[in-house]
């Protein structure tokens, strides 16, 4: 069972390195195919000097070295052409290599995202929001309460002071009558008061008082 086990994760790992491993040869081949390509170019150069050089006095020695030069030039082309094949296969690797890193990403975003939202639906988002409201709706009545209340104790402090000024006039104005000074401005000053002698005079009495007067000022004058 373990054995199983260790060969499963072992395949799993060969499959997950297979791009790197493709290219890590492509490019070893690469190498050796530039150090070939060089290698040919270097015989063609050698055997074109030789054919320039036996041009003229020895025809079959330079056209044997031409002969040569086409066949290295041949096997140029080829290695060449095999070259950019394999420049080309790098590429494709490399591109779907991240290509493939690039869809593992988003699959990993789209399962965060899944996992994110698992458990949030319109519903409850609507709900949520609906219960946001209705708690700053319910601050807002606690707050207007307490203003209310503030001003209604600062109503109850108003009317205490004036209640306490009218006790204080009070026990002045007490204080005032039992000493018989009534200061100026605690109260409204008010005309004499006749005396009650004065009052139950009888109406006779008044004219008779009214003729006495009328008579001395006539005296006086005279």
Do not use: C
Request: hydrophobic share 35%.
């Amino acid at each position: 069972m373990s054995g199983w086990g260790l060969g499963w994760f072992g395949g799993e790992a060969k499959k997950k390195n297979a791009p790197k491993d493709a290219i890590l040869k492509l490019r070893s081949t690469l190498e050796m195919l530039t150090k070939r390509e060089k290698h040919l170019q270097n015989q063609m150069d050698e055997q074109d000097n030789i054919a320039r050089k036996y041009v003229n006095s020895n025809k079959p020695a330079a056209k044997a070295a031409l002969r040569r030069k086409k066949q290295f030039e041949h096997n140029l082309e080829q290695t060449s052409a095999q070259i950019m094949t394999v420049e080309r296969e790098i590429s494709s690797i490399e591109t779907a290599n991240i290509n493939k890193e690039t869809l593992d990403a988003m699959k990993n975003a789209s399962t965060a995202m899944k996992q994110i939202h698992g458990g949030m639906t319109i519903d409850k988002v609507d709900s949520t929001m609906e219960d946001l409201r209705d708690q700053h709706a319910i601050s807002e009545e606690i707050n207007e309460a307490l203003q209310q209340g503030a001003q209604a104790n600062a109503m109850d402090e108003d009317e205490l002071d004036e209640e306490l000024q009218e006790l204080q006039q009070e026990q002045l104005d007490n204080k005032m009558l039992d000493t018989g000074n009534v200061p100026v401005g605690d109260r409204v000053q008010t005309m004499p008061t006749p005396a009650r002698s004065e009052l139950n005079k009888p109406y006779g009495e008044e004219e008779d008082e009214d003729e006495e007067l009328k008579k001395l000022q006539a005296e006086m004058a005279m």
